[in-house]
């Protein structure tokens, strides 16, 4: 195989794993979920699927990829995607992308955009925008430090274990 059909190969996969999540995002609303689809795939394969379910499970982190990188890891018994490609059907929002992040995804790909969704009623650019604004303490939510001299103490024991796992 030449490295341009090689190109073409990643291209037709990545479409056909773009299609499915489009769908997984589109049969979520028929099935009371909200309209954001996601898999985790790892070489050719789909390792896991999953859709919104914040509404039908009472969960606000239950968003497409979140969920799609829950089942992932579950499938892979492991908490680390490294070697894994995320595709979803809308731009992560801040919760998952920094979500992804942590689990360590080589790569992202989205279709729609935070401005697409902003058109649906969600708070994705919302919650972005935020993030740019600063102080955090003067958000409509604040976020504030309650500064104790205890407060490294859980940092302390964690530095301390010999047999920690780093993540
Ligand atoms: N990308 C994305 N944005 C959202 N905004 C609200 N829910 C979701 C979700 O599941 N995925």
């Not at 190969?9 to 009371?32: F, H, K, P, Y």
């Not at 499970?57 to 497409?64: I, M, Q, S």
């Not at 689990?103 to 989205?110: C, E, F, G, K, Q």
């Not at 925008?129 to 504030?144: G, I, Q």
């Amino acid at each position: 195989m030449t490295a341009y059909t090689e190109e073409i190969r990643i291209q037709e996969l990545q479409r056909a794993w773009m299609d499915e999540a489009i769908n997984l995002a589109t049969n979520s609303v028929a099935n009371g979920g909200g309209p954001f689809g996601a898999l985790v795939a790892k070489g050719s394969e789909i390792v896991a699927v999953g859709n919104n379910q914040v509404t039908a499970t009472l969960d606000p982190t239950a968003h497409a990829e979140v969920s799609a990188m829950r089942a992932a890891c579950k499938e892979l018994g492991t908490f680390s995607l490294e070697g894994c490609v995320l595709i979803t059907s809308c731009e992560p929002c801040p919760m998952c992308l920094t979500s992804a992040l942590w689990a360590r995804v080589d790569r992202i790909l989205y279709c729609a955009d935070r401005h697409d969704a902003a058109v649906a009623g969600f708070d994705d650019l919302k919650f972005y925008e935020l993030f740019e604004k600063k102080p955090a303490s003067l958000w409509p939510t604040p976020v504030e430090q309650l500064e104790l001299p205890t407060r490294t103490a859980p940092f302390n024991a964690w530095l301390a274990k010999s047999d920690r796992v780093d993540y």
